[in-house]
């Protein structure tokens, strides 16, 4: 069965420190799609993104970035020069194909920036 | 109103009633999604519909009914709820391509309502 596993149950650091969120996977479809997602102190959560199983390229999104490697089943999470905004619960999850099937999240991964 | 709102913000209810959950996006998407969030188990999503069509149900007791008269409405209809039914519950919009499914693009969410079943 699918499952998504977040080792890191919190994280701290200091303002403008880079942190990285682990995120390992395991599926036995060859297509499927990995996700992060924020949820901010307000409850609310907000998508960061999304990557389907067949492009590994490497996305920077400002200060984001994400580590796709299908050898090693991981889909990590990097934040540059942490700001105390990025404080926050994220997650990882996985979906074996674009409608949802078989979605599943990891079980979080808190992140606490000190100023 | 804009992006997603979802009404009541709290909701506290017995066993045996019966109550609704509202959603509404003001985007212009195609796609909804209810998830939930329990303090005892991991996010799960609920049900996805894609031009008012449900094209996923994952594994969803039967007490949770959801409906979609329109695109812009999304309703989960709770009855004889249990305690571990307590949760957060979420909903989400996005545009369906219709190249890609509608789980490939960005997701928006709302406040979410918080469940307290008695």
């Known amino acids: 069965a699918q499952k998504v596993t977040q080792a890191q149950t919190e994280i701290s650091v200091v303002e403008k420190e880079d942190v990285t969120l682990d995120c390992v996977y395991e599926?036995?479809?060859?297509?499927?799609?990995l996700f992060w997602y924020k949820q901010p102190p307000s409850g609310e959560l907000v998508f960061l993104i999304r990557r389907n199983s067949f492009d590994e390229q490497n996305e920077i999104s400002g200060r984001y970035s994400w580590n796709f490697q299908k050898s090693t089943s991981s889909f990590n999470f990097t934040i540059t020069a942490s700001q105390v905004v990025d404080s926050a619960v994220y997650f990882c999850?996985?979906?074996?194909?674009?409608?949802?099937?078989?979605?599943?999240f990891g079980p979080g991964t808190r992140l606490s920036v000190l100023p | 109103e804009t992006g997603v709102t979802q009404t009541p913000r709290h909701l506290v209810m017995g066993m045996t009633n019966k109550k609704s959950l509202k959603c509404e996006q003001h985007l212009g998407h195609n796609a909804m999604y209810w998830y939930k969030q329990s303090a005892k188990k991991p996010l799960e999503l609920m049900f996805v519909y894609s031009l008012e069509e449900r094209v996923e149900n994952n594994s969803v007791p039967s007490r949770f009914s959801p409906e979609c008269p329109n695109s812009s409405h999304l309703f989960l209809h709770l009855h004889t709820l249990q305690p571990e039914d307590s949760a957060l519950y979420l909903c989400?919009?996005?545009?369906?391509?219709?190249?890609?499914?509608?789980?490939?693009?960005?997701?928006?969410f709302g406040p979410g309502t918080r469940l307290t079943v008695l």
């Open positions: 989400a919009s996005s545009q369906d391509t219709l190249a890609g499914g509608p789980i490939t693009d960005t997701q928006y």
């Open positions: 599926t036995r479809d060859t297509t499927y799609y």
């Open positions: 999850a996985l979906s074996e194909d674009n409608y949802g099937q078989n979605f599943v």
